[in-house]
């Protein structure tokens, strides 16, 4: 009674009809029903059903070569879960909680279908590798299907950032308006976050292609099993070297879900400045309607929950990395059930990402720069006061008394509400007479982001090159995965 619900004790029936068959052998009162629902988790471990299947092909497959199975036993074995795996996609398989896991009902379902060989299958395995080849299996699959979107969305703002590497915008720091930079620019900024996301979920698939199948529950198994064959028949690079390790880390899942969470702050960051920016305040871009709401009471509103969303989700993909890193903490090897609260954090935050991986390259290709208000945003802040000071550092100034010079021509700008680009010659020349004609070169917007013409900088021409080059980098791994032979 230690787990039932208390308020439930008197009145329901405590024990489930009959012991778990696949281990009440040494138990003498079948479980209290409350701790099988307590216990279960096939309300979503059915999700790896697939790779379960898929596991087990290759583990019995692996069993024949060996001579633990025949190839009769096999064939049947095989057969059988080949037909599970149809009624499975088809919706028509009947999970049930008392068979506790994903592992359990299918290995049933089995023995259901073709008799006592299907309790061979278990032979030299333990649900703990079992399950720690599912996960990897499952994950392995969502990171490229990820980054297949995540390379969709980089081209898309890679396309974007090449219409606009000559778009003028002002570029910030502290969110004021610092100096003149291209659209396209700001752009590629966010293209080289990405860039790095990706390479981190690959670091990650790279780590986690390794084969825990023959760990068994934790010491490994005394049949003469071939680890390198059922690693290779599952396409995982080798086999995990440490038995004890293999059922017990979920590194992997932390590592992922850390991949993620920096991930979705990128996502949160680009949602911000769609935010800003699509606000009534910047109005420096637009959003079609299909991505906003309105409001029920005021009438004029359109709000741009999209991104509102992505950026709040950000904090639910985080809490699961959190999730996972404190149920790892301090666990004692090898397996501990503790790892059956891995799932559903991971689920999560795999959901979660192709969500708004999805929406972002949905919307990307649709936002409209409004290019005039934009420049006059650009243009309206001094945001080429360092050029004129550079101009004078040029001209044989000490950067410091350039600085001072140029802060009273900004004052003088404020005072009379123009822009340094708008003085004239003389007006210029009453703060430091070395000014030339010349100065206008760089006191015009489109002066001042051109002269950033080195690697990284803001100059279209560069910016032209680096969109084209951010490109062929995204294509150029696209091509080479289309290409690559399987790794085993
Ligand atoms: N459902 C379990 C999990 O996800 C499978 C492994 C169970 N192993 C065990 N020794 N109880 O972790």
Redesign the pocket.
Known sequence: MLMSDRKEKSSESTVTKTPNQAWGGRFNEPVDEFVVRFTA?VLF?QRLAHEDIQGSIAHAEMLQHVGVLSKTECEAITNGLAQIGQEISNGCFKWSEQL??V?MNIEDALTDRIGATGKKLHTGR???DQ?ATDIRLWLRNQIDILNALLSQLQLEIIDLASRHSDTIMPGFTHLQTAQPVTFGHHLLAWNEMLERDHGRLIDCRVRLNQCPLGAA?LAGTPYPIDRHLSASKLTFDRPTANSLDSVSDRDFAIEFCASASILMTHLSRMAEELILWTSAQFNFVQLPDRFCTGSSIMPQKKNPDVPELVRGKTGRVTGNLIALLTLMKAQPLA?N?D??ED?EPLFDSVDTLRDCLRAFADMVPTIAPNKEVMYAAAKSSFSTATDLADYLVRKGLAFRDAHEIVGKSVAYGIEKGIDLSDMSLSELQQFAPQIDSEVFAVLTLEGSVSSRDHIGGTAPKIVAAAAKSARSRVEQRQISKVTASPAC
């Open positions: 988790s471990d506790e896991d592992h333990s649900r703990n399950v529950a397996y059930k790892n059956q799932k």
